[in-house]
């Protein structure tokens, strides 16, 4: 049950002016100050969308890695991400977090887009009843959402400073959609105003805010900028930004509080920022000790509950986009070997780069996966195939030998404390260092690790950071250097990519060496950075990919089937930073080839957030698109692969061809034009590998009729078209007509051909999924709403219906829709 909001008057008006001001920044990096004059406790915010990370960047409190937000949309289960939902704010509250910074509902406006795999769809609608569950769930526990970024944050380069020039059709049909279903429908807590500008105005000063959040939603909640996006006092005090993060310093505080008795903020504009900090606070029962952050969820999560429903979303979200001659599922008990290759099968990707980062308590990767499920059934033999990766990874088991010392030493070589940590990597953002030790005393942070060998040859043993970093092997010094970003690099990239400095070194099989690496740590060692990071890396001896390809070969030429997985990597999907291309990294389309050739039963798993060019895709038997799907992965897929589960999921945005128009993402003298307007996915002409909505499953579709329901019509129906007014419901008749039972996604989309209103070729206008067993005839009910139909009129401000009749195409996929009929909204 919501909470009740108290008399926030008295409140505010118990306060000082230097009170008011001091409750509009943050406290700290994650977390707002308290006020007992008014009842408020400490407020704590985290970073999801894939987990809830808490206070700190540690490997001890780790969290649970839900499917990333392209995983979840895939599933087009709003039932299911309102359950994903229920567990992050179950989370939240056992980290003690009050306020989460997700969803992110930013559109697929481009694959070139860094942090895609953040964001749920290229499709507004989707994207929006996505979000709306997403948030439902997670403020039903208590916790407070965060909807984000508002508006326009599609892409990351020069992301801080960019102006992104829109017409305000696109702006309300496409980017604002989703924004505004889930501030109306969803009743969010909690927006968060971009980094960039829009048409001239950056995000924290913007008029959208107050015209739009305000008065046209009428949104009651917080508006908080962007970590570090807030640069004006009166512009954005005025333009309706709430809370200025992090704290404690930023362009408020007292400069505030001198702009309202200089007469340029009025103080009611202040008090109205006040009321919506502590309604926000009452939201999550942080006023008068109410409870909330700490407490015990509604629901009880253990491991247990958590891995299976982590399982399940996982596979709901696999989209099965080929699968001739019936490859999958495989049979366990016909399986002898089965070869499991590939960079991303041992080391999978779960989770994207930058602020959706959690540290998961476990990883099951998909070679892991598969030989718990075939144990005592078949032999489950692996290669990676080929190096995907340029940068040296972070030190691991089994070359990782035990625990890493980590020593906080003062400027007189006092161990200020010492730790032992169970990571090679180490982040201690705004200060988060151990008890006892503060940024002022300490001069160096030492890190001591054993590196022991598994089979001769030669090791790349190094580490990454900014600062100086001294490297000594056995104790003998290998470097001594600094290392520094780039000019111009994001603010997050020292802590996400920061630069490396590595070293050969030689050994033999079972042979250790003895790390030490010492990093300066004292202030304006590391300018410009979100605190301490650091790395130690190890990347062990490998073969050539040549080498590598033939092995992968062989082992598949022997094998009953070849499960091969490829995908991504940190440096290719990650905050801060859009891609430069589309393909694979490394030569992962060779290895597919090769072992697609040696083996004709070869499915090939694609471990990416975002889509990737697959051309060798006609030459799989079976292709599956895994997403990041969270720390249950390997299970997930075992389940999916052996028939245990069904790949449930539907593209929530297409997959191109071919490399699209990388300008989509790079800025002209400071400016991003989206010059596409509405014709973004597939709303669009562009050719797709795979189309949006596009997903097989284990079992087949017959789309029988349709039929539109409305009081006073005749409700007819047909195989191929029909007509009648509208209520905005569409019945569609489907049929199970394979040997499984099944998953169907029922996606209607409309058009108006000939119509005076320029529009897109097709759009989505509503979905449903129904479930049936073989042979059984099932009836699906979709609602349009009359959104759906109407445009935005610039001329006249607002939303407009054009009179007349729009045409309705129903199916599997944007480019599978047997059934048509008409509807006059």
């Not at 990919?545 to 022997?558: G, K, M, Q, T």
């Not at 400071?670 to 596009?694: C, D, N, T």
Request: glycine residues 10%; contains cysteine.
């Amino acid at each position: 049950m919501p909470r009740p909001i108290p008399d926030l008057d008295s409140r505010v008006a118990a306060l000082s002016l230097e009170q008011k001001v001091r409750l509009l920044t943050g406290a700290d990096f994650w977390s707002l100050h308290a006020e007992p004059a008014c009842g408020l406790r400490r407020l704590v915010v985290s970073d999801g969308p894939a987990g809830v990370r808490g206070e700190v960047w540690d490997e001890r409190d780790p969290s649970a890695n839900i499917p990333s937000p392209t995983a979840l949309a895939a599933t087009w289960d709003e039932a299911r991400v309102e359950a994903v939902g229920r567990l992050l704010a179950a989370e939240a509250r056992r980290k003690g977090v009050d306020v989460l910074l997700a969803p992110t509902v930013n559109l697929h406006r481009t694959p070139y887009g860094g942090r895609h795999f953040e964001c749920f769809s290229e499709d507004p609608l989707l994207t929006a009843r996505i979000g709306v569950a997403y948030v439902r769930g997670v403020q039903g526990g208590g916790v407070a959402a965060t909807v984000k970024h508002f508006v326009a944050n599609d892409s990351e380069t020069e992301r801080m400073t960019v102006d992104v020039q829109v017409d305000e059709r696109t702006l309300r049909e496409l980017y604002l959609a989703p924004f505004e279903a889930i501030v109306r429908e969803g009743g969010v807590w909690a927006v968060m105003a971009a980094y960039n500008g829009v048409n001239g105005s950056t995000m924290t000063e913007s008029p959208l805010l107050r015209r739009v959040l305000h008065e046209e939603w009428g949104f009651d909640g917080l508006v908080m900028s962007d970590w570090f996006a807030a640069r004006s006092t009166e512009a954005a005090a005025n333009a309706a930004l709430d809370l200025v993060m992090p704290g404690p310093s930023g362009p408020w505080g007292e400069a505030l509080a001198a702009a309202v008795r200089a007469g340029k903020v009025p103080e009611a504009v202040v008090d109205d920022k006040v009321r919506r900090v502590l309604r926000l606070a009452a939201r999550v029962g942080a006023l008068d000790a109410e409870g909330g952050a700490g407490e015990a969820a509604e629901e009880a999560y253990d491991g247990e509950r958590i891995a299976r429903e982590l399982r399940e979303a996982a596979a709901a979200g696999f989209v099965l986009a080929r699968n001739e001659g019936a490859a999958l599922p495989l049979e366990a008990t016909a399986l002898r070997r089965l070869a499991v290759l590939g960079p991303n099968a041992e080391v999978a990707r779960t989770l994207g780069g930058g602020s959706a980062t959690v540290l998961p308590p476990y990883t099951v990767s998909p070679l892991d996966g598969l030989r718990a499920a075939l144990a005592g059934v078949a032999e489950v033999v692996h290669a990676p195939g080929v190096l995907a990766h340029t940068r040296t990874p972070v030190a691991r088991a089994p070359w990782l030998a035990g625990e890493v010392e980590v020593r906080y030493l003062a400027e007189d070589g006092t161990a200020l404390a010492v730790e032992r940590r169970a990571t090679a990597t180490f982040n201690w953002v705004m200060g988060a260092l151990p008890e006892g030790v503060s940024r002022q005393r300490l001069a160096v942070v030492e890190v001591h690790a054993v590196i022991r060998a598994g089979e001769a040859g030669t090791y790349e043993i190094g580490s990454s950071g900014l600062g100086r970093h001294r490297l000594l092997l056995d104790g003998r010094e290998a470097y001594d250097v600094v290392l520094t970003l780039p000019p111009g690099a994001d603010i997050v990239e020292g802590m996400l990519t920061p630069p490396q400095r590595t070293v050969p070194v030689r050994l033999e099989a079972g042979q250790s060496v003895t790390v030490t690496l010492a990093h300066d740590a004292r202030e304006g060692a590391a300018e410009g950075t979100l605190g301490l990071s650091l790395q130690l890396n190890l990347e062990p001896p490998h073969g050539t990919d040549e080498e590598e390809i033939a092995r992968a070969v062989a082992l598949a030429r022997d094998a009953d089937a070849a499960v091969v997985v490829v995908g991504t990597n940190e440096e290719v999907e990650t905050e801060g930073r859009d891609r430069a291309s589309l393909a694979l990294p490394g030569r992962q389309d060779d290895l597919v080839r090769a072992v697609a050739a040696a083996n004709p039963r070869t499915i090939v798993v694609v471990n990416s957030g975002a889509p990737v060019l697959l051309p060798w895709s006609e030459e799989a038997a079976a292709v599956l698109l895994t997403w990041f799907p969270g720390q249950e992965f390997g299970n997930a897929l075992a389940d999916v692969l052996l028939g245990r589960a069904e790949p449930g999921g539907r593209l929530p945005t297409t997959w191109p061809l071919t490399e699209a128009d990388r300008s989509a993402v790079e800025p002209e003298g400071g400016v991003l034009v989206y010059r596409e307007g509405l014709a973004v996915g597939h709303r669009g002409e562009a050719p797709a590998r795979y189309p949006f909505g596009h997903g097989l499953g284990y079992t087949t579709w017959e789309y029988v009729s349709v039929s539109v329901a409305s009081p006073g019509s005749s409700g007819g129906s047909s195989t191929g078209s029909s007509r009648g007014s509208s209520t905005g419901e569409v019945v569609v008749r489907v049929r199970n007509t394979g040997s499984r039972p099944g998953r169907e996604v029922v996606q209607v989309y409309a058009s108006r051909p000939g119509g005076a209103v320029p529009r897109p070729r097709r759009w989505l206008a509503g979905f449903a999924t129904v479930d049936a067993a073989p042979g059984e005839e099932a009836a699906v009910t979709v609602t349009l709403r009359r959104r759906a139909f109407e445009h935005w009129d610039a001329a006249t401000g607002a939303w407009a219906l054009e009179p007349g009749a729009f045409r309705l195409e129903i199916g599997s996929s944007a480019a599978a829709l047997p059934l048509t009929t008409e509807i006059v909204p």
